[in-house]
């Protein structure tokens, strides 16, 4: 099972930016769909981006697209998310996942213990 590990978050103002790091271990990760989700206190957990493995483009939620960017290196095992304008609702904790099937689903196999993202207005 492929491990995770994010890093990257922080306290931002309101308009600022944040790029999250998610680090992979395991020889598999270029044959995975990867992907952020999210979840605020109080709030179910949200799938914020997705990259699928099926060489289809990348995927964003309504409340995100625009200002996330998803991206990944597969040589180095690694995907990101780029976070610009960041709002106050953005404030959650962001996990990396592992999804599930070859193409962009809410179905997550496993994912890491999160980075805080707290964007203050």
């Known amino acids: 099972q492929l491990q995770v590990e994010e890093s990257g978050g922080g306290l931002v103002q309101s308009g600022g930016s944040l790029r999250l790091t998610c680090t992979a271990s395991?020889?598999?990760?270029?044959?995975?769909?990867m992907g952020w989700t999210r979840q605020a206190p109080g709030k179910e957990r949200e799938t914020v981006a997705c990259?699928?493995?099926?060489?289809?483009?990348?995927a964003y939620a309504d409340s995100v697209n625009g200002r996330f960017t998803i991206s990944r290196d597969n040589t180095r095992n690694t995907l990101y998310l780029q976070m610009n304008s960041l709002k106050p609702e953005d404030t959650a904790m962001y996990f990396c996942?592992?999804?599930?099937?070859?193409?962009?689903?809410?179905?997550?196999?496993?994912w890491g213990q999160g980075t805080q993202v707290t964007v203050s207005s």
């Open positions: 990259f699928p493995r099926n060489g289809f483009d990348p």
């Open positions: 996942a592992v999804g599930q099937y070859p193409f962009c689903s809410d179905s997550w196999g496993n």
């Open positions: 395991g020889s598999t990760f270029r044959d995975l769909t």
